[in-house]
């Protein structure tokens, strides 16, 4: 090939290049607000009946609440690890907190959502708790500009636990302000850069710690809640008594009190009161972000995602925290509003956070992805009735997992225990109807669901060494 043919090639491939990798200024931006351990008690979704969110309801009444949202993995790190890369834990094989995004073999080669808005011409930015361990080793090059990743203050003493409880769950009024907050100045950093103008789109990814534990908010958010008049889950003394026990036994990793330990101490109406505080203070954050976008020159312009990694016990099913496979631990928030949507109706259909990653590519007009395993939302954006075929899986450890379909929550242990509730009749998942003969045919329909091969679990030597000394 003579000189000028190659420099023919190359001005053709490098035109080529810069219109599939360069957008103009029309090209949407993304805002993605993570929440952590935020369960269905918000205004939206009416899991309790005081709880007081104005600015994420504001948002639900601006685009579509998927009402019927679950998470791929009920515990922080692999849930987070999962809408980031777009792929099940049954794929990538983190169950629980131990592993990073970037340690994980089976996502040697899939990019984070971040990294491939990035290659495809985004300015990306993230700020707090986005990936549970952060963008580390070869994951740090998707984020353009860091927005802080600041731990919230912590008391000097003990507030209110028990003093066997672990560190991380006590909670109380503190510090005295907002602005002491590190998700207040956090909000307050990304309600800054949202003031600037900027010649490439954008992908900004925020993460806010509260709700998750400890539950410390500044007085005024208690302020909101007469901890004696709060509405407090129903806990029928029976309802574990047709749930198959292995459940729990596994769940070796969690560090939450018991639902004993909690009555034990007379700790449930303060523990409430607290997570009703710390979700009403994060929607102040929330409020912050979305107060700077509206009034900024990228209002028009910008999809907003907001999610929570998973959902909370609060003592339903005698159970505090997360990593079950129960409509409280799988359920989340899941909002998405922005240039093209119309206000409407929620989406009821089932949906998976793996769907957000899919979502955005196809509204942004990126290239599709091939590592993806969850399915766009865009048909449901359109109109929410749209039917989805497929439910949403939840895996919670190796061989464990929940399938949701608008209805019904089929559950199967390793073991091959079950658990079935009919959500129409029974939205607290109250009565167990997998021993019943005449719902075969709905658990054969979704049975055909279950993952067809798992990863199993992946853990780092040390981790394997110290379970095997054991
Ligand atoms: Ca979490
Ligand atoms: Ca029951």
């Known amino acids: 090939m003579c000189r000028c043919t190659v420099s023919l090639v190359c001005i053709v491939f490098g035109m080529l290049w810069s219109c599939s990798t360069c957008y103009g200024a029309e090209q949407p931006n993304v805002v993605m607000i993570c929440i952590d351990d935020l369960n269905d008690w918000t205004g939206f979704l009416g899991g309790h009946p005081d709880v007081s969110t104005p600015n994420m309801d504001a948002l639900a009444g601006q685009g579509r609440n998927f009402s019927n949202s679950h998470c791929a993995v009920p515990v922080c790190s692999s849930s987070r690890v999962s ?5 099940a834990a049954t794929t990538h094989g983190s169950y629980e907190l131990g592993p990073r995004y970037d340690e994980l073999p089976a996502l040697n080669d899939v990019p984070t959502m971040q990294r491939y808005f990035k290659d495809h011409g985004y300015y990306t930015l993230a700020g707090g708790k986005v990936l549970h361990h952060g963008f580390t080793g070869r994951l740090a090059e998707a984020i353009d500009q860091s927005l802080g990743r600041e731990k919230g203050r ?34 307050q950093n990304v309600a800054n850069f949202l003031d600037s103008d900027f010649k490439n789109p954008f992908f900004l990814s925020v993460g806010f710690f509260r709700p998750h534990v400890p539950l410390f908010a500044p007085p005024s958010w208690f302020q909101k809640y007469d901890i004696e008049a709060i509405w407090l889950p129903h806990i029928p003394s029976w309802d574990l008594d047709d749930v198959p026990k292995n459940f729990l036994n596994i769940n070796s990793y969690a560090v939450a009190p018991t639902h004993a330990e909690v009555l034990k101490h007379g700790k449930q109406r303060e523990l409430t009161q607290a ?12 409020g912050l972000v979305i107060d700077a976008l509206r009034v900024s020159t990228h209002a028009k312009n910008t999809y907003v995602v907001l999610w929570s990694d998973h959902g909370f016990h609060l003592g339903e099913k005698k159970h505090w925290a997360k990593r079950t496979l129960w409509e409280e631990s799988t359920r989340v928030p899941l909002l998405i509003s922005g240039p093209s949507i119309s206000p409407g109706t929620p989406c009821e259909q089932s949906v998976s956070l793996i769907d957000i990653y899919p979502t955005l590519i196809d509204l942004c007009g990126l290239p599709e992805n ?11 954006l359109e109109d929410s009735k749209t039917e989805r075929e497929r439910p949403a ?24 225990a079950e658990e079935l509730y009919d959500h129409r009749s029974d939205p607290d998942e109250f009565q167990n109807l997998a021993n019943d003969p005449r719902h075969e045919s709905t658990k054969n329909r979704l049975r055909q669901w279950l993952p067809k091969s798992e990863e199993p679990e992946f853990r780092k ?5 110290k379970r095997l000394r054991k």
């Open 461 to 465: 030597k040390s981790e394997r060494e």
């Open 154 to 187: 912590r008391p000097k003493d003990v507030m209110n636990r028990p003093a066997r409880w672990s560190g991380a769950w006590d909670w109380g009024r503190y510090p005295d302000e907002d602005t002491q907050m590190a998700d207040f100045k956090l909000a």
């Open 393 to 416: 899986i939840t895996s919670s450890y190796f061989g464990n997992h929940a399938i949701r379909s608008q209805f019904w929550r089929l559950i199967t242990y390793e073991d091959g």
């Open 83 to 87: 809408v980031m890369s777009g792929v």
């Open 275 to 286: 997570y009703l505080a710390s979700i009403s203070f994060v929607d102040s954050c929330v």
């Open 370 to 380: 091939k590592k993806l395993e969850g399915v766009s939302l865009v048909s449901q």
